[in-house]
């Protein structure tokens, strides 16, 4: 298989690292489109894969051809793709809040897989959902499918405007649990720790607590409860977060997010 990346940046190098490690391409047919000087050196430096500066009749050769610009460079990208896209090769588009119509009706193409990942899919954690425009089949479904689980894991959404939606919650979703973690880190600092055994104990206690949610066959408010005994000090600290309001704050903020990614697809 050979696979063409426009916009070798994070996301874009995230994928194209999951396919290597899992062999799903060889380096020599994996086509790297930079537009930046500084990353493509680095690129060339690592020995990534083909890596070139621009969109030319090299993409034509490729199987599956994946979108990683910014949302705001497609419009220019789109005119360059179009030139150059042949009829048999797929699609697969990891821009936020670009619908899968508006990059049909830009590359002049029909076959176009639109997905939303998330960081962790550098570490090949990735939660990434995905839709389908109607013209791509089963088997080009199946195997946007095999690709993007290599950088975590992969669920289909047969509509895709729930793609915003997975925008605000997993897509974003890293930046939440970062968001938390600092809160927590800061409070200890605040308490009087020095920063690193701060973010020690909140580190290790969010590790274990994701490992006993998930082996548990308790349900979180149950999990909840099992540390907050009566009149106790956890009780304290969920009856000031419910006063405060922390845990609809944090439902506002996810809706917010979902309503940004609808007003950037426009
Ligand atoms: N980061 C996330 O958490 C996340 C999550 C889900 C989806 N996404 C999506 O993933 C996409 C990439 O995000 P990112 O964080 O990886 O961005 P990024 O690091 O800025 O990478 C994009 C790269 O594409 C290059 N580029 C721009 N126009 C190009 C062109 N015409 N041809 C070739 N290369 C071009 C940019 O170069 P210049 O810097 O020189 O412009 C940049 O190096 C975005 O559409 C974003 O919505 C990101």
Do not use: W
């Not at 610009?69 to 009829?87: C, R």
């Not at 990735?126 to 669920?155: H, Q, Y």
């Not at 939440?176 to 600092?189: C, R, S, W």
């Amino acid at each position: 298989m050979k696979i063409g990346i426009i916009g070798c940046g994070n996301m874009g190098m995230a994928f194209a690292n999951s396919f290597i490690q899992y062999n799903l391409v060889q380096k020599e047919n994996l086509l790297l489109v930079e537009k930046s000087a500084e990353r493509g050196a680095v690129l060339q430096e690592q020995k990534a894969g083909v890596v070139v500066d621009t969109i030319s009749e090299k993409l034509g050769d490729v199987d599956l051809i994946i979108l990683s610009v910014k949302p705001q460079d497609f419009p220019s990208a789109a005119l360059e793709i179009k030139k150059y896209i042949q009829p048999n090769q797929l699609v697969l588009s990891i821009m936020a809040g670009i619908p899968i119509r508006n990059i049909q009706e830009s590359i002049a193409h029909p076959m176009v897989v639109r997905a939303m990942p998330n960081t962790p899919a550098l570490l090949g954690m990735g939660m990434t959902a995905f839709a389908a425009a109607p013209e791509v089949g089963l088997s080009e479904i199946r195997k946007a499918e095999n690709l993007i689980n290599s950088t975590g894991r992969a669920v289909f959404l047969e509509q895709e405007e729930l793609l915003d939606a997975v925008t605000g919650l997993s897509g974003s979703g890293p930046a939440y649990f970062f968001y938390l973690v600092k809160q927590m880190i800061d409070a200890g600092n605040a308490m009087g720790f020095d920063p690193a055994m701060s973010a020690l104990l909140v580190k290790q206690t969010m590790l274990g607590s994701y490992h006993l949610m998930q082996t548990s066959d308790k349900s979180l408010d149950e999990l909840i409860q099992a540390v907050a005994s009566k009149g106790g000090t956890t009780e304290a600290a969920l009856r000031t977060f419910q006063e405060l309001g922390v845990g609809q704050g944090l439902q506002q903020g996810i809706f917010a997010a979902q309503k940004r990614a609808k007003e950037l697809a426009g």
